[in-house]
C-alpha cells in the first residue's frame, strides 16, 4: 500500500487535504527540526517521507499497519502454512478529508488489487471460489480530524497565556493523536486548543509510560496561567 518512500498508493487518498493558512505555515517554518535527534534516540535508519521532515508530514494524512498477525514464530513456530493472516490499520486524517470516505477508497484499493471483499465470515464456497478474499471490519465510529485557525482571538489569547508562564513557544497546527478533539468540537460546537506537556520520550500508549518530572512542573505553571486567562 506504500511506495519505497512511504507515500500511500491508495488512489485518492490524499484528496481534500485543507490548506494551511499564512500564519500555520510560518509557525512551521519557525518551528525546530528534530528529525535526526529522534531518528538517533528511537534508533531509526530510515523514516518514510521522501525526506520530508516530521513537521511537514504531520499535516499529510497517514496510513498506518497497526500490527500483523499469521502463523506463530519462534518457540511455538509449527510445520504449517498458515491459512490466513490478520492486519490492524490504522487511517490517520488531515483536515478536510472525510473519514467514511477514507474508509472506502482503501477497501476499494483493497478489491483493486485482485480480492473479494466481504464484510462477514467467508463461506467455504466463497474460499473455494476465490484465489483471494479479504474480509474487512471497518470502524463505525470514526471522526475527522479538526484543525482550529491560530489567528482566532481565543487561539492568540491561549498563546499570550503559555508565553507568559514558558516564554517563547512551539506553535503547530497539527498534531499526531486526535484524542479525539473532532468527536468533542461536534458535542459542544465550539473549537479547541491542545497545550500538550508530555516529553517526546513518553512511551505513549506504551508499556512504561511516563512523564518527566520537569515537564510536570512546567506543564503545572502553564496550566495555571492558562486557568488566570480572562
Known sequence: MKNEDGRVLVPHFYDGIAPLSPTEKDALARA?????????????????GGGAHLL???NRPSLNINGFAAGQIGPRATNVIPPT???DLDLRLVAGIDWREQQQRVIDYIRSRGYLVVDGEPTRDILTQHAKVALVNHDEAGYKAVRTPMDLPIAREVIRAVESARGDVVLLPTMGGSVPLGAMERAAQTHTITVPIANYDDNQHAANENLRFQNLWNGVETMAALLEMQ
Not at 33 to 47: A, E, K, Y
Open 56 to 58: 511537514e508530514l504531520i
Open 32 to 48: 525546530p527540526v528534530n528529525d535526526q535527534m529522534l531518528m538517533n534516540s528511537f534508533w531509526l535508519g530510515h523514516t518514510d
Open 85 to 87: 493472516a490478520t492486519a
